[in-house]
Antibody, heavy 119, light 106 residues
Framework: EVQLVESGGGLVQPGRSLKLSCAAS????????MAWVRQAPKKGLEWVAT????????YYPDSVKGRFTISRDNAKSSLYLQMNSLKSEDTATYYC????????????WGQGASVTVSS | EIVLTQSPTTTAASPGEKVTITCLAS?????MYWYQQKSGASPKLLIY???SLASGVPDRFSGSGSGTSYSLTINTMEAEDAATYYC?????????FGSGTKLEIK
């Protein structure tokens, strides 16, 4: 069974940093692109980042580019999201997701990690 | 950036009723993907590559469309289908989602 378990969420002050982790199991982690998607309270889904199988290629929307860094450790089947210079608008539930076989869709999702940016 | 506009924003259907949700893209996309998110849960992939059913998804769900106009159809509404539905594209960067359609049961 595919499992994605996020950790590392919490309350953080504006301007500070936080690092999320996602532990993957039930599939060959190194074979899949992986992503982070967030959802602000009572809002829709927003893509945050994607990383290639080897980690050599990363993709971000302008809203987080330069502040967030996605990375992975294939030996540990783990995905990470380093978030710097956090803003109140980064407050959201952050989901770890697996890109599917076609690469464009996300076919498995974690339960989410809550991040609150507030003083 | 490709903007995806979903309609309706909110709708309600009776059990057995047919439901159609539309997703209009601001520019042509190659394919559309659809997700279902029930209250308090993570999103779940329903449809990939416009019209292919994801694993385990009931065949009352179907997807169609091309270019800038795509749709998700539920042939016969069931109570368990009450959820918010999102379309998604990645034909060009950035990957974008529609704003969601909330479907309630009457």
């Amino acid at each position: 069974e595919v499992q994605l378990v996020e950790s590392g969420g919490g309350l953080v002050q504006p301007g500070r940093s936080l690092k999320l982790s996602c532990a993957a199991s039930g599939f060959t982690f190194s074979n899949y692109y992986m992503a982070w998607v967030r959802q602000a309270p009572k809002k829709g889904l927003e893509w945050v980042a994607t990383i290639s199988t080897s980690g050599s290629r990363t993709y971000y929307p302008d809203s987080v580019k330069g502040r967030f860094t996605i990375s992975r450790d294939n030996a540990k089947s783990s995905l990470y999201l380093q978030m710097n210079s956090l803003k109140s608008e980064d407050t959201a539930t952050y989901y770890c997701a697996r890109h599917g076989d076609y690469g464009y869709e996300m076919d498995a999702w974690g339960q989410g990690a809550s991040v609150t940016v507030s003083s | 950036e490709i903007v995806l506009t979903q309609s309706p924003t909110t709708t309600a259907a009776s059990p057995g009723e047919k439901v159609t949700i539309t997703c209009l893209a601001s520019s042509s996309v190659s394919n559309m993907y659809w997700y279902q998110q029930k209250s308090g849960a993570s999103p779940k992939l329903l449809i990939y590559s416009t019209s292919s059913l994801a694993s385990g998804v009931p065949d009352r769900f179907s997807g169609s469309g091309s270019g800038t106009s795509y749709s998700l159809t539920i042939n016969t509404m069931e109570a368990e289908d009450a959820a918010t539905y999102y379309c998604q594209q990645w034909s060009s960067n950035p990957l974008t989602f529609g704003s969601g359609t909330k479907l309630e049961i009457k």
